[in-house]
């Protein structure tokens, strides 16, 4: 460390005795609103000035037109053109445009996948490039749209929708809903011959899709071979842990019971989440299923009330609240309550904290939360479809970094942290928020040292 970051940091362990102090917490900001049916954000790998906001449909007053917008993250507004228009998508309340994957060497090719339900219902996979295949493009070729793969769905609701790379095999995974009505009625999730109901696996290098050789059903004739998983009801929102690879899905129940399951990185046998067979932990139509003994049953279980609907998040590992990582957050779609927990295999949930009210914002309502977004610095986003608006998760004192929650909550304590964060080249020491190498620099301590003087308020 320079002599100057060493006197900065004496003059900081000086002032701490009278600095301000504040409560340790979180809040959120609203970031956007006025958008169409958000129904999901995500950004490219490594792209951190741009948001990606997807628009389920009725875009620019056309009930049949679904748009993904670019939000600018430095000023906090919407590019005027969208990225894509995809036009047709049917309109039934759980159908339209309801995914989007950018691939992980976008960077490079500028690929990325949709996954939309046309004007039939049909479920549509569908491959597109940014425009003139510069990754730094703010539009897509419309005429470079591929279908990679399509399904039939018998009934307009349980399309699942959600897609993602897998950050240890870049393999894209896609959610399948088991058909809809309710109940099963065609026991979709069950039956290995139909991709409803499952979670899919496949590699998407080449001009089409191909079934990776470590796929559980790989080679499979009577099986088919692009699932990963099954046993599933209508996944919405799934993740996988960007550090870990370890996989949430979270599956909306029937009538009672909400759940979220969890997959370790290390899996590679085909998991069986048990729906039709089962509701969360209990039995719902055990007719003709195998034992329970051959099923995995959700970490994380809630019954019906003012809640009804899971909604997926993420394990948060961004810059912003370090000590946050390996929180996991949810949300349920009716009751608007936003919970987090902490899960480790062979110990269980730990943690488990409603966070609704200290994401509360005065004067705003968060509510119908649709989706949990991620940006390209593991930042945490809410998608409020029912007031088109999108919020982000941030700390109520950013410089609080032990995050404790005993007076004075600002001490050498969080000054001890951030020499460490510093000296591990962590995101979360920059603290003029600096894009420019070197990232971390003199600049930081000062902004800290600022910051620390100034203290904080609490919202």
């Given at each position: 460390m320079s002599n100057r970051c060493s006197s900065l940091a004496l003059l900081l362990a000086a002032g701490l005795a009278t600095s301000a102090h504040a409560q340790v917490g979180l809040t959120t900001v609203r970031v956007q609103t006025g958008l169409t049916r958000p129904v999901f954000v995500t950004a490219p790998p490594g792209d951190t000035s741009r948001l990606f906001v997807v628009e389920q449909r009725g875009s620019a007053g056309v009930a049949t037109r679904a748009d993904i917008r670019i939000l600018n993250l430095a000023t906090n507004t919407m590019l005027a053109t969208p990225f894509l228009t995809i036009n047709?998508?049917?309109?039934?309340?759980?159908?339209?445009?309801?995914?989007?994957?950018?691939?992980?060497?976008?960077?490079?090719?500028?690929?990325?996948?949709?996954?939309?339900?046309?004007?039939?219902?049909?479920?549509?996979?569908?491959?597109?490039?940014?425009?003139?295949?510069?990754p730094?493009?703010?539009?897509?070729?419309?005429?470079?749209?591929?279908?990679?793969?399509?399904?039939?769905?018998?009934?307009?609701?349980?399309?699942?929708?959600?897609?993602?790379?897998?950050?240890?095999?870049?393999?894209?995974?896609?959610?399948?809903?088991?058909?809809?009505?309710?109940?099963?009625?065609?026991?979709?999730?069950?039956?290995?011959?139909?991709?409803?109901?499952?979670?899919?696996?496949?590699?998407?290098?080449?001009?089409?899709?191909?079934?990776?050789?470590?796929?559980?059903?790989?080679?499979?004739?009577?099986?088919?071979?692009?699932?990963?998983?099954?046993?599933?009801?209508?996944?919405?929102?799934s993740s996988f842990d960007r550090l870990t690879g370890d996989f949430y899905i979270a599956d909306v129940g029937q009538d009672l019971i909400e759940e979220i399951n969890f997959q370790p990185a290390s899996s590679a046998t085909a998991i069986n989440y048990g729906w039709r067979c089962y509701e969360g932990n209990n039995a719902f139509n055990t007719t003709g299923c195998a034992p329970a003994a051959t099923m995995q049953f959700p970490i994380y279980t809630y019954t019906h009330g003012t809640a009804c609907s899971v909604t997926g998040g993420y394990v948060y590992r961004g810059c912003a609240i370090p000590s946050l990582r390996g929180t996991y957050f949810f949300a349920d779609y009716c009751s608007a309550q936003i919970t987090s927990f902490r899960y480790a295999p062979g110990v269980g949930v730990t943690q488990l904290t409603n966070r609704t009210a200290e994401l509360a914002v005065a004067g705003f309502t968060i509510n119908a939360i649709v989706s949990f977004g991620e940006d390209a610095n593991g930042e945490l986003y809410i998608v409020d479809q029912g007031g088109g608006e999108l919020y982000k998760i941030v700390p109520r004192c950013g410089i609080n970094l032990d995050s404790s929650t005993i007076n004075p909550f600002l001490n050498v304590n969080d000054f001890t942290s951030f020499l460490n964060l510093f000296a591990a080249s962590d995101c979360a020491a920059n603290c003029d928020k600096s894009t420019v190498a070197p990232v971390l620099n003199i600049n930081d301590f000062t902004c800290f040292l600022n910051s620390f003087a100034v203290g904080c308020s609490n919202p």
């Open positions: 047709n998508v049917s309109i039934g309340s759980e159908q339209g445009l309801l995914g989007l994957a950018f691939d992980p060497n976008y960077a490079t090719n500028g690929r990325f996948f949709v996954n939309y339900t046309n004007s039939a219902g049909t479920t549509v996979i569908a491959r597109y490039t940014a425009t003139g295949g510069n730094a493009s703010n539009t897509a070729d419309p005429a470079s749209a591929t279908t990679i793969l399509t399904q039939a769905q018998p009934f307009a609701n349980h399309n699942g929708g959600w897609m993602g790379f897998g950050p240890n095999d870049g393999y894209l995974y896609i959610s399948f809903g088991d058909g809809g009505s309710a109940n099963d009625p065609q026991n979709n999730g069950q039956n290995t011959n139909t991709l409803l109901g499952k979670m899919l696996r496949i590699d998407v290098t080449g001009a089409t899709y191909t079934i990776p050789p470590t796929n559980p059903f790989f080679g499979s004739t009577s099986m088919r071979q692009e699932i990963w998983a099954y046993g599933l009801r209508n996944p919405w929102r």
